[in-house]
């Protein structure tokens, strides 16, 4: 079946450096990938949609300065928690649809100490 | 933007017994609304669907209703086992530029003693 393998699977940064977020698409095209975020105990709060060749679109409250997205290819997105803090610790998780599916990547859990 | 609200948040059961998860949207042109089982740490992983034009669907031990008019659908486990301890959530979605952004409600955490 279609798969999203997400790298990488968990990450330690300093406060203030930057952490980049993988999604690949294995099997199929993603045109679009949607990026959500999880606190512990909370639900998959949508953070972006990324679309392959045009810019991403954030949903309200998402600071697009701090959360770069780039969906460089059909296959690829990224997402980049630029000069990070400790409150940007969560899980984070991509999905792409897939045929009216969602195929879910395995998340990268964030720490920033 | 579409609400999703789910309830219970948290759900104890005994093996064997019935566990019901409800949830609720706000937009009428939402059509799709998957149920999604995530242990600790782990990517959530559909486990049943179902889409506006029906009411009904079952999958086994799983099965999960809609209602359009009242806009709510819930979930229904029948014959709980340990292993259906996780959380569960549910979502509602509609197609936006020939796909489904999803939005998901808060999660319940279901516990089956065994």
């Known amino acids: 079946g279609a798969v999203v393998s997400q790298h990488p699977s968990w990450v330690i940064c300093k406060s203030g450096t930057s952490v980049k977020i993988e999604c690949r698409s294995l099997?199929?095209?993603?045109?679009?990938m949607f990026w959500y975020r999880q606190f512990p105990k909370q639900s998959l709060m949508l953070m972006a949609t990324s679309n392959e060749g045009s810019k991403a679109t954030y949903e309200q409250g998402v600071e697009k300065d701090k959360f770069l997205i780039n969906h460089a290819s059909l296959t690829l997105s990224t997402l980049t928690v630029t000069s990070a803090h400790p409150e940007d610790s969560s899980f984070y998780i991509c999905s792409a649809p897939n045929g009216g599916w969602s195929t879910f990547g395995s998340g990268t859990r964030l720490t920033v100490v | 933007g579409e609400n999703v609200e789910q309830h219970p948040s948290t759900l104890s059961v005994q093996e064997g017994d019935s566990a019901v998860i409800k949830c609720t949207y706000s937009?009428?042109?939402?059509?799709?609304f998957p149920w999604y089982k995530q242990e600790l740490g782990k990517r959530p992983q559909l486990i049943i669907d179902?889409?506006?034009?029906?009411g009904e669907k079952k999958d086994q031990r799983i099965a999960v209703t809609l209602n359009k008019t009242a806009k709510h659908f819930s979930l229904h486990i029948t014959e709980t086992q340990p292993e259906d301890s996780a959380v569960y959530f549910c979502?509602?979605?509609?197609?936006?530029?020939?796909?489904?952004?999803?939005?998901f409600g808060s999660g319940t955490k279901l516990n089956v003693k065994p």
């Open positions: 979502a509602a979605s509609k197609e936006e530029n020939n796909f489904n952004k999803f939005y």
């Open positions: 099997d199929f095209q993603a045109t679009t």
């Open positions: 937009d009428s042109a939402s059509n799709y």
């Open positions: 179902i889409r506006s034009n029906v």
